[in-house]
């Protein structure tokens, strides 16, 4: 049984391995549509992350100069990817330099400290008793 779809895995010279739907194959390139990064994560195994998630492309040129080897995907690696891509909704990501990054870290821990010091009832600057002075 002939499957029109050829999802295939992508080691790029750079490291980086992807895997999307074969579209087209031309004599200098490939083109991919929606392609995945292929992440290795700590529990040994491996996982799915957008290629370009900052853009809404869905097809991407890649130079076959660029490519060491490329193959297709076992069966169960197109399943999962194919549901992957399928019901991924796109992250909105936040751009910010790096002093709003560190400004929202330092405001999101002040708050959590805040909470957790309301909660167990501990005032941070306890009050001193006067001292009594003798002449």
């Known amino acids: 049984m002939d499957n029109p779809t050829q999802v295939r895995h992508f080691k790029l010279a750079n490291g980086e391995e992807i895997i999307g739907v074969l579209a087209v194959k031309n004599d200098d390139s490939y083109l991919i549509e929606r ?4 992440i290795p994560n700590m529990l040994g195994h491996m996982q799915f992350q957008p290629w370009f998630p900052l853009s809404d492309t869905s097809t991407f040129k890649v130079y076959k100069v660029n490519v060491i080897q490329s193959a297709p995907v076992d069966e169960y690696v197109k399943e999962e990817y194919i549901k992957f891509v399928l019901d991924t ?6 751009i910010q330099s790096t002093q709003q990054a560190l400004s929202d870290i330092l405001k999101k821990e002040r708050q959590y400290i805040e909470e957790q010091l309301e909660e167990a009832e501990i005032d ?6 006067e001292k009594k002075v003798l002449h």
């Open 124 to 129: 941070l600057l306890p009050e001193v008793p």
């Open 89 to 94: 909704k796109k992250t909105k990501y936040k």
């Open 35 to 38: 392609p995945v990064s292929l």
